[in-house]
């Protein structure tokens, strides 16, 4: 995990698979694979400017998606509310 105090999530880096929006508990959220590494990246919204980063290398693209996406379910809650 990673926190970017000065990036937020609408800037989350295209890794060669595209950038996918979507909401973990109604929060705003991003994910982006890496195909060459098998890498993921679920990036959670902390407010207009910062995001916090979860990112899982596995070697297996999917797999990588899979487990930061659940880690990211269960970081989620322990994150202070949206603005």
């Given at each position: 995990?990673?926190?970017?105090?000065r990036q937020n999530v609408e800037t989350v880096n295209d890794n060669g698979a595209g950038v996918q929006r979507f909401e973990?508990?109604?929060?705003?959220?991003a994910k982006a694979k890496n195909p060459e590494f098998g890498t993921c990246?679920?990036?959670l919204k902390i407010d207009d400017v910062s995001r916090i980063d979860v990112t899982v290398v596995d070697g297996l693209e999917d797999d990588s998606c899979q487990i930061a996406e659940v880690v990211a379910e269960l970081l989620e809650p322990r994150l202070p509310?949206?603005?």
């Open positions: 995990m990673s926190i970017r105090d973990i508990n109604q929060r705003p959220a990246v679920v990036a509310a949206v603005p």
